[in-house]
Structures are given as structure tokens and as C-alpha cells.
């Protein structure tokens, strides 16, 4: 049973969509805050993101719904920086994320790198997050950002020599062609 706005009602799929928001929210989380470099924005960008999604979560509930929320994430998150080109933001209180225990001892790498993506602009920051950490071919991230694959490809030299410059004690791997 659906609203006049086209929202369901059905109790059955509200708990269906509760279970999926619950079991992945935090990966998702990860993905928006390396994204956004900012645990408010990540936060921001994930609340808006969902938004989006839920009036379509009858048709996409049997296909991909983290993918196509993933999709949604970058897509808002490049009209994000559209829009801070012409108006910057400062936040007032930037706050880190909580850093637990790490039990493979790499948690110095893995903050230095995040300190790192920060510096970085943010469409090669996009590039990076989607070629590194989401493990996607440049043809898909070029298709997510509405770009060319030469443009990855550019992008993504350039993000991995800035990277090198400000984390020489680390390793990178080669820019994978």
C-alpha cells in the first residue's frame, strides 16, 4: 500500500529497508567520509543520499540497493563540490572519528593517509577512494563521476604523486592503468 506521494506503508518493507540501513551503515559511513574528508559532511552526505533513495526502495529492493545508494552518494557529493567552488565552507569545529583499537597494528598508516586524502582536491580525492578503496575499474569511475577515463586516469596520477609527496615514509602502489 502505497501514499499519495508514492511512499509505502507496507510494514513488511519498513523493516526490510530498517535491516539493510542497519547492517550497512557503516560501510557506508567509510565510504562517505573518505569522500567528504569530514565526519559531519560524511554524515550529511549519507542522511541526504538515504533520503533519495527510500521513495525508491520498492524498485531497487530486489536489484542493488548499496549500489545504487553508493551511486547516489557520489553523485551528490560531486553537486557538493560544484557548489563549494562558488561558496567555500569553514567548519567551526572540524571533528575526527573516534579511533578504536587496532589490531593489526597499521593504524598510524591508515591516519596519516586519511590526513593525507584531506589535501587533496576533492575530485581527485573521489578518484582515489573509488579506484583504491572501492576497487573500481576507471570505466565505472568514470561513469560515476560523468567524466572521461582519461580523465581518471590524470586524476588519479596526480592524487597518487600529491600522496607520495606528503606521505613519503609510505609506500603507494603503482597507478594501476
Avoid at 587496532?102 to 573509488?130: E, F, I, K, T, W
Avoid at 586516469?153 to 592503468?177: F, G, M, N, Q
Amino acid at each position: 500500500m502505497t501514499t499519495k506521494r508514492g511512499w509505502w506503508v507496507d510494514e513488511d518493507e519498513r523493516v526490510r529497508l530498517a535491516e539493510f540501513v542497519g547492517s550497512r551503515t557503516p560501510a557506508l559511513m567509510r565510504v562517505a567520509y573518505l569522500l567528504t574528508g569530514d565526519r559531519n559532511a560524511a554524515e550529511d552526505l549519507f542522511q541526504s543520499a538515504l533520503a533519495r533513495t527510500i521513495p525508491k526502495w520498492e524498485t531497487i529492493r530486489h536489484a542493488d540497493p548499496e549500489g545504487y545508494l553508493r551511486v547516489v552518494m557520489y553523485r551528490e557529493q560531486i553537486s557538493w563540490w560544484r557548489r563549494l567552488r562558488r561558496r567555500r565552507e569553514t567548519p567551526l569545529n572540524p571533528a575526527d572519528e573516534p579511533v578504536g583499537a587496532d589490531p593489526s597494528g597499521g593504524s598510524d598508516v591508515r591516519l596519516a593517509m586519511r590526513a593525507a586524502l584531506r589535501h587533496l582536491p576533492p575530485a581527485q580525492r573521489a578518484v582515489v577512494v573509488l579506484r583504491y578503496y572501492e576497487d573500481l575499474p576507471e570505466a565505472r569511475v568514470a561513469e560515476l563521476l560523468g567524466c572521461s577515463v582519461g580523465t581518471v586516469r590524470s586524476r588519479t596520477h596526480r592524487a597518487v604523486k600529491r600522496l607520495r609527496d606528503l606521505l613519503p615514509e609510505i609506500e603507494l602502489l603503482e597507478v594501476r592503468r
